[in-house]
DNA sequence: TGACAAAGGGCAGATATCTTCCTATTCTTT
DNA sequence: AAAGAATAGGAAGATATCTGCCCTTTGTCA
């Protein structure tokens, strides 16, 4: 939906919020599948329901420098036998820019508030 | 559906015929989705509507000695972008199995034969 | 303000193998 | 012949990544 340059997605802040989340529980590096599970299990579970839109967003974020990747050993992979996955870790400018996003946009965040407020 | 010891499901003799077929055509070896599509192509189709059929019965003529397997060498598929296959071959065992199936059902062979010879 | 173009989202499917659960069929035994 | 046991088949989903197509939405420019 073409963006004002610099801003992020919904489900871009997401993935760069569980990366970070992840990272500070100890999990340097997170694959596809997992931060898809991360997300499906957070109130964010309506952001993603095909792959297909979660890996794209994982490619811009790469392509933008937000995020970084190597692939997995595909020995290891075979050894556990199951497809080899690609490992990301969110970069510093991806910390940078997760901070501006959630920084740029308080009034979404207090209009969630309200109802969530009544609703109590 | 339990079988009488020592006969071959039409599934079975297809995936024996394909791999002896492949063999003779110059590939030694194939692997589950190849066979999948050389079967779905052929008039065989309806014999296969889901994958897990087509790896359970490999496994089934596996354990029976008609086939053997190996894994592609992981760092090939990896640097392919793919998942990493599963090459079987016939063994001799294999082909003597479909021999005798072949043999033991010459009605069924007949009848296929004769409007084959129809259509030309 | 209206129109166009660019980009994101969803659906579907390719690639490859395997497992589990349930149903249906057939074989064998009594 | 009927009952019970064993097994095959189908559907669905786990595992993991990626591509193409089409539709929709939004930003930007005139």
Redesign the interface.
């Known amino acids: 939906m073409r963006r004002k340059k610099g801003t992020l997605l919904p489900l871009e802040t997401s993935i760069l919020q569980c990366g970070i989340d992840l990272a500070v529980r100890g999990a340097p590096f997170f694959h596809g599948f997992m931060i898809a599970k991360e997300i499906r299990d957070r109130e964010d579970a309506k952001l993603l329901t095909a792959h297909g839109t979660l890996y794209k967003a994982l490619d811009r974020l790469q392509t933008s420098g937000l995020l970084e990747s190597d692939?997995e050993d595909?020995?290891v992979?075979?050894q556990e036998g199951r497809?080899?996955r690609r490992f990301y870790h969110v970069t510093a400018a991806g910390e940078a820019a997760l901070v501006r996003s959630l920084d740029a946009v308080p009034a979404q965040a207090s209009q969630r508030q309200i109802p969530g407020m009544a609703a109590l």
Chains 1, 2 share one sequence.
Do not use: G, K, M
Request: avoid cysteine; charge should be positive.
């Open positions: 692939w595909p020995l992979a075979a497809p080899r």
